[in-house]
């Protein structure tokens, strides 16, 4: 069993910087699709980056692209998330997941969670 451990959330101002970590241990992955995602209060998670730890071929929303960078350390087995001019829109509650080897673009078959981490961005 995968078990996914997020860290590095905090409240920041506007045009401000996290950097969050996804320690993933229990896999049995070689390689693996790690992505992050969020959920604010009252809306739909959605996905906000993703990389394949083979080939660190990367994908990002829209709305976060030149702002969020994903990387990982392989002798870590940590994936991370930097966060870069932050705004309050940010706001939310960030997760980690996995899944086996495949479409890492696809943010709808991710099938291991970690219980997230808590980013608020303020004004």
């Known amino acids: 069993q995968v078990r996914l451990v997020e860290s590095g959330g905090d409240s920041v101002q506007a045009g401000g910087s996290l950097r969050l970590s996804c320690v993933a241990s229990?896999?049995?992955?070689?390689?693996?699709?790690v992505g992050w995602f969020r959920q604010a209060p009252g809306k739909e998670r959605e996905g906000v980056s993703s990389?394949?730890?083979?080939?660190?071929?990367?994908h990002y929303a829209d709305s976060v692209k030149g702002r969020f960078t994903i990387s990982q350390d392989s002798a870590k087995n940590t994936v991370y998330l930097q966060m870069n001019n932050l705004k309050p829109e940010d706001s939310a509650t960030y997760y980690c997941?996995?899944?086996?080897?495949?479409?890492?673009?696809?943010?709808?078959?991710?099938?291991?969670w970690g219980q997230g981490t808590q980013v608020t961005v303020s004004s």
């Open positions: 997941a996995a899944k086996p080897p495949g479409y890492c673009g696809d943010w709808t078959t991710f099938e291991h």
């Open positions: 229990g896999d049995t992955y070689s390689r693996k699709c």
């Open positions: 990389i394949y730890t083979g080939d660190s071929r990367e």
